[in-house]
């Protein structure tokens, strides 16, 4: 099973930016479909944020974030990334990588993947 490590979490005051990354273990990650959630505090949930198929060509993203994030890939390491701007106190949460073999298109809105990242901590202070 692939494994993801994610990185480039932090505290950010509002309106600032951050960028994460995400790498995978396998040669396999130029077939995965891959995006990002997260989970909110208190929130037992994790919420769909953005993804994008292996090919790199389509990019999906939930409403409350499109104009200000943007996720890519970079086959060459294995790595897919989203860049934050202008944060807002209501993006803090567990950002969690993830990977799957099946293409879901803009209808990745649950949770399920066949791999998971360990998360990393996002902090958008107001």
């Known amino acids: 099973q692939v494994k993801l490590v994610e990185s480039g979490g932090g505290l950010v005051e509002e309106g600032g930016s951050l960028r994460l990354s995400c790498t995978a273990s396998?040669?396999?990650?130029?077939?995965?479909?891959m995006g990002w959630f997260r989970q909110a505090p208190g929130k037992s949930r994790r919420e769909f944020v953005a993804?994008?198929?292996?090919?790199?060509?389509?990019?999906y993203y939930t409403e409350s974030v499109k104009g200000r994030f943007t996720i890519s890939r970079d086959s060459a390491n294995d790595t897919i990334f989203l860049r934050m701007r202008r944060l807002k106190p209501e993006d803090t949460g567990v950002y969690y990588c993830?990977?799957?073999?099946?293409?879901?298109?803009?209808?990745?809105?649950?949770?399920?993947?066949?791999?998971w990242g360990q998360g990393t901590q996002v902090t958008v202070s107001s």
């Open positions: 396998e040669n396999t990650f130029g077939s995965l479909f």
């Open positions: 993830a990977a799957d073999t099946f293409d879901y298109g803009a209808a990745w809105l649950e949770p399920h993947a066949d791999a």
């Open positions: 993804a994008i198929a292996a090919e790199g060509d389509r990019r």
